[in-house]
């Protein structure tokens, strides 16, 4: 095992004891002035960012990958800023009572939100990453070990260094030690700090499946994370024909690298108009529709009908491989289509296909649409709205430290709140167990609950 992995564990672990401790204002205070630092310096981060580019090109990157990779791509930079900012604002969550019990006279037990502790977050082309969890870490009292893909490594080695900058010179205001945000870049330094159980409390891959899995199979260190984003929209018999161009077209063309995108659609083809859905996602979105011979049959034959049937959409149709095209996310523009004759069936099949990330119901059937979204398995289910809206930023998280589909500790995007877990404070006057029932004493407990707001704390 690695001393140096041990040694930046070790360091993590006394910053993140240290973190803890730091008041709210001045952890929020120093994540003003880490924006500061970023936005003073982003020339220097563009230039960064377009060695990464240029490398990517020349080697060839997945188009998916490299346009995650891009940072300053339309308003991507601004965001990433945004972001830092809205974490700062964020209610405090550390230290807020959960429970509060009165045992006995002079003796309280309280639930209180505790940071996790220590970080490990392993991340693949996004470059924004790194300000992302280093919001969060700090504002939530952890410690954070980051590393980035290799294809980012320089974005990631220059807005390290400004952070790390800014976390030093304000060190004797703050408080807060430089230990508590560290980049790590080779593979052997994650697979070292994998077998640091005794320092890190967390370990959080954003990336591929076989990253997940990966990571997963390699480490007795709790793993919160997804592996794919198979999203699905089910048109519904019910379905507004106009919703469903807006929804569907946004879910797959919006950013079809995003692990939110929509990457199946099941068709109800009771649906009056269904083909309009199709002929749009093609047209409009460059869309190619991955259908089933049922599917493909009846929307040439419709578009046919209605002399809309051409060589463009003709081009962007082509047969489902079996059932794999169902098991896949694509990450670019293709979608998955099929015909299922009922809602349950949609479910049926989602539950069967998904990867518990995001998936929605498009219907105007109250009925249809609470049915779907209570039996449906997923971290997310949407009535009337993009898969896209999964995401920390959008719930109002400020960022994220990415999405879990895991039913265990946190759910969903995992912002702030999935960054705490809890202590129990036991706040008493001398008293011990053997007085009471049950430790041989004949005293018995109150176990009245308290008012949580009147927590003197």
Same mark, same amino acid.
């Given at each position: ?57 020349? @080697? ?114 703050? @408080? ?108 409009? @979105? ?17 578009? !046919? ?74 971290? @997310? ?45 036991? !706040? ?30």
């Amino acid at each position: 095992m690695s001393s140096s992995a041990e040694t930046i564990a070790k360091n993590a672990r006394l910053g993140g004891n240290v973190l803890k401790t730091i008041t709210n204002e001045k952890r929020s205070s120093l994540l003003y002035k880490i924006h500061d630092g970023l936005k003073a310096n982003a020339h220097s981060i563009q230039e960064a960012n377009k060695e990464d580019l240029r490398n990517a090109k020349e @080697g060839q990157l997945a188009d998916s990958l490299y346009k995650r990779l891009d940072l300053f791509k339309g308003d991507k930079f601004e965001t990433m800023l945004a972001g830092i900012i809205d974490v700062a604002e964020l209610e405090d969550p550390v230290g807020k009572v959960k429970l509060a019990r009165e045992l006995d006279e002079g003796l309280n037990l309280y639930q209180v939100t505790a940071p996790v502790g220590v970080l490990l977050v392993i991340f693949e082309s996004r470059p924004e990453v790194i300000a992302n969890i280093t919001s969060l870490a700090i504002k939530s009292g952890n410690a954070a070990i980051l590393k980035g893909g290799k294809e980012s490594v320089n974005t990631f080695r220059e807005v390290s260094r400004i952070i790390n900058s800014v976390i030093t010179e304000n060190q004797s205001t703050s @408080g807060i030690p430089s230990g508590v945000i560290q980049l790590i870049e080779t593979r052997q330094d994650v697979s070292d700090l994998l077998q640091q159980d005794l320092y890190i409390d967390l370990v959080v891959p954003r990336g591929s499946n076989s990253l997940v899995r990966q990571i997963k199979s390699s480490t007795k260190i709790p793993v919160l994370g997804h592996a794919d984003g198979i999203c699905s929209i089910y048109l519904d018999k019910e379905a507004d024909v106009d919703i469903a161009k807006r929804i569907t077209i946004d879910a797959k063309t919006s950013y079809p690298a995003g692990c939110n995108a929509m990457e199946t659609l099941l068709v109800n083809p009771e649906m009056p108009q269904w083909w309009d859905v199709l002929e749009n996602l093609s047209r409009a @979105g460059n869309v190619c529709l991955h259908v089933t011979g049922d599917v493909k049959e009846a929307y040439l034959s419709k578009l !046919r009908e209605s002399n809309k049937l051409d060589d463009q959409i003709q081009s962007f149709v082509v047969d489902a491989v079996n059932s794999s095209d169902f098991d896949k996310e694509f990450l670019s523009l293709d979608c998955a289509v099929r015909f299922v004759a009922s809602t349950e069936e949609a479910v049926t099949h989602i539950n069967l296909h998904s990867s518990k990330h995001t998936d929605a119901i498009i219907t105007k059937d109250k009925s249809n649409a609470e049915y779907f979204m209570k039996a449906v398995d997923s971290s @997310g289910v949407y009535w009337n709205a993009s898969t896209r809206f999964a995401d920390g930023f959008r719930y109002g998280f400020g960022t994220e430290v990415g999405i879990s589909t895991s039913k265990i500790h946190a759910r969903g995007p995992v912002g702030l709140d999935g960054l705490v877990s809890y202590q129990y404070q036991l !706040r008493g006057n001398g008293q011990v167990a053997s007085d009471y029932v049950g430790s041989g004493g004949k005293r018995a407990f109150l176990h009245k609950n308290l008012d949580i707001s009147q927590a003197p704390f």
